[in-house]
């Protein structure tokens, strides 16, 4: 289970911070991240952590976010600075874990972020 806090409405080139908590089987967890999607948009990939491995930031948001995990506690957060209207979605938490073919994911509740301009 994944519990997502943060978000909210900011001005453009604010802040926002938001934090997943997992629960469960976490001990198989190979990666957390966070998506978003955008209304008429289709979900998309914004920041990965993997438990061993390199970090991943979609292009759009390289420089001004960072992801960050805490694998004692089982949590990701992703700081989100200078802000766009552009970044106005609903994200939503991600973690991964093995499955026979591929991977399973599993996910938040999304929460809301704003940007106005």
């Known amino acids: 289970q994944l519990q997502a806090s943060g978000g909210g409405s900011v001005q453009a080139g604010g802040s926002l911070t938001l934090s997943c908590a997992a629960s469960?089987?976490?001990?198989?967890?190979?990666?957390m991240g966070w998506y978003r999607q955008a209304p008429g948009k289709q979900r998309e990939s914004v920041a990965k952590i993997p438990t061993r491995g390199i970090t991943a930031y979609a292009d759009s948001v390289k420089g001004r976010f960072t992801i960050s995990r805490d694998n004692a506690k089982n949590t990701v957060t992703l700081q989100m600075n200078s802000l766009k209207p552009e970044d106005t979605a609903v994200y939503y938490c991600?973690?991964?874990?093995?499955?026979?073919?591929?991977?399973?994911?599993?996910w938040g509740q999304g929460t809301q972020v704003t940007v106005s301009s």
């Open positions: 469960g089987r976490t001990s198989s967890i190979t990666a």
């Open positions: 991600n973690a991964e874990t093995p499955a026979v073919y591929g991977t399973n994911k599993y």
